[in-house]
């Protein structure tokens, strides 16, 4: 059964620039309305009071003016007097039109700086520049995320790039033991899979970013699905002796189950990851009044409060001890894979010095009993 999200998706390039543009196609409406019913009802105001003066003094009967001709002169003496009140007012319509359009301008050249008066008259023109600024400040935010973005890639790539360049010219070094030889190509083996995991969260990311993603659920027993990834990470928790503390109910559970992987993967690998030689990793899985609570805790180091508050941003890693077995990515691809369930996830710590980490996800209706 296929589902699309329906949350609002974030504001693109074409999107901010819609905006703006159907805001001030109104506002540019209305305002040329005004010019031109000013003009001409000045124009027209100002001929009758002429025509009314000539007619009070005599001087229209006088020069004996046939009602037809007077038609006639009236209307040509609309239409300069129009044009001359046009070129007078113009000057004073036309200049935040000018001034958008310069800024307009700044703007496509890449400086996102630029900013109008938004104190000036009329009301619309306000408006207008107050858009206009809107515009400019999003775009400004999206073209540093984009610029921050790709510098993290760029970083996040060229580490493994690195390794893997270094160990193969180790390589060629022909008086290489086996054992050596073993363990350089197993670093290679290690920096590609590095880079491989890289690319593909780099992918779902955007996927899942932009909307562009197909999320196909069905139901399963997700409890089965967090032994099964428990289970794939053998070698990492073995290796650090860890010790599992584990209380899970049998759930059946209507989600993306291959987006889920990547949740309980990443959280499991991440208490292993910082729990100490040793240590114990907790697992627990309930439902609790509709919701499906699943909670994750490790022995080791507590998150501090910096750490807190960045923790599922793109490309963080507040222990640098641990740069090099991860990218930054991963924390920030469950966030957005739960909230693409209409869940939630947060990170703490408890009074007994764990860290610990809970996702809620609402159980879909048509499982609700």
Known sequence: MRKSNKKKPKETYADIAADFNAKVESGLRWYFSLVVFIVLAGSTLLVGILAYIAMALGVIGR?????????????????????????????????????????????????????????????????????????AHELSTVETLRNDFVSNVSHEIKTPLSAIEGYAVLLQDDSLT????????????????????????????????????????????????IRQNLLSLEPKWTEKDIEFDIDMDSIEFTAA????????????????KFSPHGGTVGISLAEREGMLIFEISNSGQPITDEAMEHIFDKFYQGDTSHRSEG??????LVKKIVQLHNGSIHAGNTPEGLVIFTVELPFPKEQKK
Do not use: C
């Open 178 to 225: 086996d054992e050596e030889r073993h363990e350089y190509t197993d670093r290679i083996i290690d920096g590609s899979k590095r880079l491989s995991t890289l690319v593909a969260n780099i992918l779902m990311m955007s996927k899942i970013e932009s909307e562009n993603i197909t999320v196909s659920k069905n139901t399963y027993r997700i409890d089965e699905q």
């Open 63 to 135: 020069l004996r003016i046939e009602m037809p001709v007077l038609i006639v002169l009236m209307i040509v003496s609309s239409i300069i007097i129009g044009t001359i009140i046009t070129i007078f007012v113009s000057k004073h319509v036309l200049r935040p039109i000018n001034e958008l359009s310069r800024a307009m301008k700044q703007v496509s050249q890449g400086d996102f700086s630029v900013r109008l008066n938004e104190h000036s008259s009329p009301l619309f023109v306000r408006r207008i520049n107050a858009t206009f600024n809107h515009m």
């Open 257 to 272: 189950e291959s987006l889920m992987n990547h949740v309980f993967t990443n959280l499991i690998d991440n208490a292993v």
């Open 327 to 332: 990218n930054g990515l991963g924390l920030a």
